[in-house]
């Protein structure tokens, strides 16, 4: 397991859960449709790593890298 950060372009994962340091950020993300079981691709990161954008869910999002740091995904094959 690791966090949404560290993964590269074109990587698939599957969201696990949320970093304790998520706090209010959290119910952000859950409004948004990002739950625990949810596949997304990894589009593209910008050179610095900041920001990271995803696509699940049929939509685009872009996360800040300390945004995408709170959430724990599993690599997907």
């Known amino acids: 397991m690791c966090t949404l950060s560290e993964l590269k372009a074109g990587e698939r ?8 340091s ?4 959290r119910r952000k993300l859950l409004s948004l449709g990002i739950l625990p079981g949810v596949e997304l691709n990894v589009v593209r990161v910008a050179p ?4 990271v954008e995803v696509r699940l869910r049929g939509f685009s999002l872009t996360l800040r890298k300390d945004e ?3 959430l724990q995904v599993e690599k997907l094959a």
């Open 68 to 70: 995408a740091s709170n």
């Open 48 to 51: 610095m790593g900041d920001p």
């Open 22 to 25: 998520a706090g209010g950020y």
């Open 13 to 20: 994962a599957r969201v696990m859960g949320f970093g304790a």
